[in-house]
């Protein structure tokens, strides 16, 4: 079969054959590109749009407490000296989630080059990065640092990193990899096109990196190199403690195969996703699917119930993370506007939603793995998430928790 036929085959078993419509006009070398797109798609999420249940994804859902403030504080050195232990033995690596298109926040370059400087140029690669090489030092060991990025953002990191030198990291320990991409669809599930030559498509979701990182071979790497244990980290808290040994040394205690940081949830309504149990396992809930009645239940000292909100700092044990690999995350759909050509060839750019995403979300992944710590930081101190240019979440807001915790900026 030549790689036409089979580009088409596979189109047309799957009833999107109008993704080669323009096939005919396109050169020769935008048609060959065009089947290797097809050719190496993964088309499992329009099976999952057909089945798509999201109601009878739950179990039931109860409380779970996270270990608090007060006896984190009591056991520090205990767990400090733990995790520095796990660190100096090459135990850990650090995995950073930079993948994400960062809408939000409005600008084009990918969010680890957004300066939030206000007397002089300050990045948040530059904050994140400064963030780990305390524990350098406090360890005395360059952690790995495993980048995720994705085919839209992956040469101008690279290019953003290397120019800035690593912002003082060790690039001989850091290794990058490039995230897996998802079809876009229209809303009846039609994939579209970019251009005539390209399908539409975006990054998974930040719950692809561990079968990303294994299907590339950096699972082998890391584990042939010592690592156990691998701390995954968004790109957009620029306040938040990376391989955090006190956090390591917790988890390595607890006996549970993952950890995550928490912190208190500062409303009722805050959009974060809490810990929780699901059939008596440790479980992430998304605030989208919180009910009144979980919002509004209380514990035996009248406190909310579902009040440890995840933001996204995990801890994971990686041989337990190879153990599950080839079960099946839950696919999250979501209704965006996607940039694509019409029926005519015409250029679209939608100002409401006009099509589907499809991704997978690492909070998913906590269920699927014997234990978790939920494990509480203090707010002020280690959250300073930048999701928009003003208001909740910002650029201002993360300046301003930045300069409460003595951070020039
Ligand atoms: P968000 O869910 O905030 O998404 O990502 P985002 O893409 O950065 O921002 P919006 O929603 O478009 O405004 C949380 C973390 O997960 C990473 C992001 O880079 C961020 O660190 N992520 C998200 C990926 O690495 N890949 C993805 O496909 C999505």
Redesign the pocket.
Known sequence: MTKYEQAASLLSAAGQTQVLRFFDQLSDKEQAALLDQVLDLDLSCLSALKNADPESRRGVISPLTAMQLPEIKARKSEFFEKGVSAIRNGEVAAV??????????GSDAP?GMYDIGVTRPVFIFERLIENLLDVVRETGTMIPLVI?T?EKNDAATRAFLTEHAFFGYDPARVTFFV?DMAPCTDFDGRILLETPSRVAT?????G??FSSMLRQGIVRALAAEGVKWLNV????NVLQRIADPVFIGAVLDSGCASGSKVVRKACRDEKTGVMCLEDGRPSVIEYTEMSDELLDAKDENGDPAYNFGVI?NYLFNMEELIRVADEDLSLHIARKKIPCIDDAGNKVDPKEPNGLKF?LF?LDLVKKLPGCLPFEVERAREFAPI?NRTGVDSVESARELCRLNGIEL
């Open positions: 950073l989630l930079a993948g994400g298109m960062g809408t939000r926040l969010k995720m994705s995230q975006s990054p998974n979701g930040n692809g990196w980290f968004a790109v957009d996204l991704e690492i999701k």
